[in-house]
């Protein structure tokens, strides 16, 4: 009793102190937000106050400068942005209206971010009828777009390639008075390779900047006054030519300490608002040195050291042992590639073992009895829409996703993020595991690693993230083989574990028994081998495909050998079959000859 009531009390501290980590102990209103705007944000959305990196932005942004916002994943970037914006727009007098064109531009790098933060948008706009938000992104309708382009969208969220579509090429779209472009995530912006839309944008609607502007100044664009900012969580000197062509003497916000140490002290203008104490400051953009990334303290991050051969059961086995031990658990996987995704998808939604010998009937069910989604690029619109909403509302389920669900995604309740295939670069390790641990709730992150690719961990450790080791064996050790628990006296490899053993032969006898199952197995074989060899720069020298053992990776994806050899015996199970034919056709073309 006493033990509960301790572990309560040590629960609620930590409650305590996962909160003052987070929130700012001053509210909406002080921050200079309409009354109206903050009702907004506590009835739509709930919020009571802001969030440290709300309360250190909204007023900078309020006061018309260029800024640079960096704070760690699910701080709530996105309402610091989005309610200086509609404060400043309620305020117009007379009213702005949808034939006034476009005011504000939010550029996003995918569809998933471009309707979350449209949904977000039309909730605090709830009161305010006459700014209209929109969105336009690839793969939709263009006519629908342009005929609401046409009629006026006063906030618009855009991915890019799409908007310079629409900058070329649809005439009634109105953007005389745009006042405001932002870009959130601007760091995958451009490493999507839109850094030539973006520049080909910021020409177009006259925002790139002229060098040396005067100190403190909005740039002015054909009269109307011009406020650019940009946000991410690892901004990073990839972005600098990006800030140094759309930002005006930048103010820079955030609230990790790592960037704050390297400002000059001269440069730095400490600002008190309410009681939130705020380091902004001006001038330069970010230097490479800054690349050191905050993560929530709260997010407890392992690594797993699997055998390539042995990655599937590990995998099969983490997911069972994390939605068997919580009733309601929500995990994101992350793959490299899609067809990575559609294999596992279905791998999982039909895989079934046999769970028990006791009796003489076969027992056998579903593996993993979790509600299973995907989502990658390669799917169509709807189906990405439909998963994107479906697994925001479920209380347990699992999403098995590429890297579209990495960057800004806000999925309630996250309890466990898993790296089944390692991230390229650091930006996207922090990105991924930012899907959990949200507004200082608690997270889990567990991150795949072969042994032979463990230098990646110093790579992390570079930009000041730490990983510890997952005890593996134990977890495999808790598994019943067919009703007995196995207890080894001595080590056991991961690969000759009777446990791993056991279920590698059936999960390779479910894939060679149904023919497009295998047909999947080899197509994410080939993209996943393909994926590995795409590993740039410094990361080549981890991830080496000479190093790769095929036939393990074809056990990774539950084949008994790897394709091409799979393609050979087909050819030589063809070339037998055609040979046969001709004898046969031969020898009865003889019994013919011979009647
Ligand atoms: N003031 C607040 N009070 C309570 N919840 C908030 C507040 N501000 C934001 N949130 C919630 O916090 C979560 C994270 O917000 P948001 O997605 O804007 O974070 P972010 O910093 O942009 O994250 P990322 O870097 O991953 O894009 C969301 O669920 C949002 O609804």
Redesign the pocket.
């Known amino acids: 009793m006493e033990l509960n009531l301790n572990t309560r009390k040590k629960q609620m501290t930590e409650n305590t102190n996962r909160s003052s980590e987070v929130f700012a102990s001053c509210s909406f209103a002080s921050l200079g937000l309409h009354p109206t705007l903050c009702d907004q944000l506590k009835e739509r959305?709930?919020?009571?106050?802001?969030?440290l990196v709300?309360a250190q932005a909204i007023p900078v942004i309020l006061s018309g400068r260029h800024v640079l916002v960096n704070?760690a994943?699910?701080?709530?970037?996105?309402?610091a942005y989005l309610t200086p914006v509609i404060h400043q727009l309620q305020k117009c007098d007379p009213r702005i209206q949808r034939s006034d064109g476009t005011f504000a531009l939010v550029l996003v790098p995918t569809h998933e971010l471009c309707m979350q933060v449209y949904e977000i948008l039309q909730k605090l706009l709830h009161c305010f009828h006459w700014i209209v938000p929109g969105y336009i992104m690839g793969g939709e309708s263009r006519s629908k777009e342009k005929a609401r382009l046409r009629k006026g969208i006063c906030i618009l969220v855009a991915t890019p390639g799409r908007l310079l579509d629409h900058l070329k090429n649809t005439s009634s779209f109105l953007y005389t008075n745009l006042r405001w472009i932002i870009f959130d995530?601007a760091d995958r912006i451009l490493e999507l390779g839109y850094g030539k839309e973006i520049e080909d944008i910021l020409n177009i609607l006259g925002s790139k900047q002229q060098k040396s502007v005067g100190k403190g100044n909005s740039s002015q664009v054909s009269g109307v006054q011009r406020q650019n900012l940009l946000l991410s969580?690892t901004l990073n000197e990839k972005v600098n030519h990006l800030a140094e062509i759309s930002l005006d003497n930048p103010v820079t916000v955030g609230i990790d300490e790592k960037i704050e140490l390297q400002l000059t002290h001269e440069d730095a203008e400490p600002m008190e608002f309410n009681g939130c104490d705020i380091l902004v400051k001006d001038g330069k953009p970010l230097n490479s040195s800054a690349e050191e990334y905050k993560l929530p303290t709260q997010l407890l991050q392992r690594y797993m050291k699997v055998p390539c051969g042995s990655r599937l059961v590990v995998l099969l086995a983490i997911l069972k042992h994390l939605f068997e031990n919580e009733s309601s658990q929500k995990v994101v996987v992350f793959f490299s590639t899609c067809d990575a995704v559609d294999f596992h998808y279905s791998l999982v939604s039909g895989f079934q073992w046999l769970s028990h010998l006791q009796s003489d009937i076969d027992l056998k069910q579903l593996f993993l009895k979790c509600k299973t989604f995907r989502l990658h690029g390669n799917m169509n619109h709807e189906d990405r829409r439909t998963t994107f909403h479906a697994f925001k509302k479920e209380k347990s389920a699992l999403l098995l996703s590429t890297d579209v669900a990495a960057?800004?995604l806000?999925f309630?309740k996250v309890r466990c993020i898993i790296q089944y295939d390692p991230p390229g670069e650091a930006t996207e390790y922090v990105?991924r595991v930012?899907r959990t641990a949200?507004?200082g709730e608690k997270g889990d992150s567990l991150l795949f690693l072969q042994p032979v690719e463990t230098d990646y961990l110093h790579g992390l450790e570079k930009h000041g993230v730490t990983l510890t080791e997952y005890p593996l064996q134990k977890l495999l050790d808790s598994f019943p083989l067919f009703g007995i628990r196995y207890h080894p006296k001595n080590f056991v490899s991961v690969d000759t574990h009777p446990w791993v053993v056991s279920l590698q032969k059936a999960l390779e006898s479910f894939t060679s028994s149904e023919l497009k199952m295998k047909k999947m197995a080899q197509n994410a074989f080939c993209s996943w081998v393909r994926a590995y060899t795409a590993h740039r720069g410094e990361l080549k020298g981890i991830f080496m495909v000479k190093k790769l053992h095929l036939g393990h990776v074809a056990r990774s994806f539950a084949l008994k050998e790897q394709p091409s050899l799979v393609n050979k015996s087909l050819q030589k199970q063809r070339k037998k079959r055609m040979r046969d034919q001709k004898q046969n056709n031969v020898s009865k073309k003889r019994k013919v000859a011979k009647r």
């Open positions: 959305l709930g919020f009571e106050a802001p969030t709300q704070a994943t699910g701080t709530g970037k996105t309402v995530e969580a960057r800004g806000d309630p990105h930012g949200r507004i």
